[in-house]
């Protein structure tokens, strides 16, 4: 077998190296929010996904409000649009 890498290898082994980092940096990040002071002591991984959820739930609420309101306002501009004519 051949010891030159050849310039896709590279790429890929390049692609790999920046992936481990960001995995190790996704890890540390993991590790801070559990190890995260509360007013009570350290929050579980459970209860930090609860309180992700919740702020899923909040986003997609105002989501979906934005998205009917927009088209509120689409409907509302083609009515005067019809009217003007």
Do not use: W
Request: charge should be neutral.
């Amino acid at each position: 077998m051949s010891e030159e890498i050849t310039p896709l290898q590279q790429n890929v082994l390049e692609k790999y190296r920046h992936l481990a980092r960001s995995l190790q940096s996704l890890d540390n990040t993991i590790k801070d929010l559990n190890t995260t002071k509360r007013d009570s002591g350290n929050i579980s991984p459970e209860q930090a996904l609860e309180q992700m959820r919740e702020i899923e739930v909040k986003l997609g609420l105002v989501g979906t409000l934005l998205k009917g309101s927009v088209y509120s306002l689409i409907l509302q501009k083609k009515n005067e649009f019809k009217n003007l004519e």
